[in-house]
């Protein structure tokens, strides 16, 4: 079975640039997760999705953080304009749902410089 | 709101020891408990889950026991081995389950030396 899919692995980009990660979940997974993860904190969640419907966007925030899943299906978290602090480990994470495991992808690790 | 919070690192040990990693947490109602692990290169992955009280998740020689009494989730092994180094996870989902979005502790960096 394939894992969860993130693209790109790795981005470096100036401040007040834009970025687009891509998230393709496991098959059939009808709940999607973005988390950030700051170097030496845990992963914060920032959206879920069930199928092409937001659950909880409470922590995203919205002035500069935008995400789509239109399909239902993969899914697009962007930044626009990018700041310092956005740098981190964006990770995508899928689940069946209900009481079903998270399973996480490999990340993007992005820089702002 | 809920938090979780666990044990400061690194944690250095010796192949064989015994490992404990505390974990304790704060939230309103029943939450799941979880223990997810990040081995190095790799991406995180579930190690244990407790749902309710006084259950004990156990999984590649590890054990966790839900205690709502002490509001704990503490990580334990009697023998670890060079292999179970990594960074260790405590987390919680709120809502009992594992639906929501989890809510993560800082992390643990378990070293282990031959």
């Known amino acids: 079975e394939a894992g969860v899919a993130q693209s790109p692995r790795y981005k470096i980009i100036e401040k007040r640039q834009s970025v687009a990660f891509w998230c393709n979940p496991i098959?059939?997974?009808?709940?999607l997760y973005w988390y950030q993860q700051i170097l030496g904190q845990g992963p914060k969640l920032l959206i879920q999705f069930q199928n092409n419907g937001v659950v909880d966007d409470s922590q995203l925030p919205k002035d500069r953080f935008s995400a789509e899943r239109l399909k239902g299906v993969d899914s697009t978290l962007k930044i626009q304009p990018a700041k310092l602090e956005d740098s981190a480990v964006y990770l995508c994470?899928?689940?069946?749902?209900?009481?079903?495991?998270?399973?996480f992808g490999p990340g993007t690790r992005l820089t702002v410089l | 709101g809920d938090s979780v919070t666990q044990m400061e690192g690194p944690v250095t040990l010796s192949e064989e020891a015994f490992l404990t990693i505390n974990c304790t947490y704060t939230a309103t109602g029943y939450p799941s408990l979880f223990w997810y692990v990040q081995y190095p290169g790799e991406g995180l992955q579930l190690l244990l889950k407790a749902t309710k009280a006084d259950d004990k998740g156990s999984n590649k020689g590890f054990e966790a026991t839900y205690r709502k009494e002490t509001t704990s989730f503490h990580l334990e092994k009697g023998s670890v081995q060079v292999s179970d180094s990594a960074v260790y996870f405590c987390a919680l989902s709120p809502k009992g389950g594992g639906a929501d979005g989890l809510t993560f502790g800082k992390g643990t960096h378990l070293i282990i030396q031959p």
């Open positions: 098959s059939g997974h009808a709940t």
């Open positions: 994470a899928s689940s069946l749902g209900g009481v079903d495991t998270q399973y």
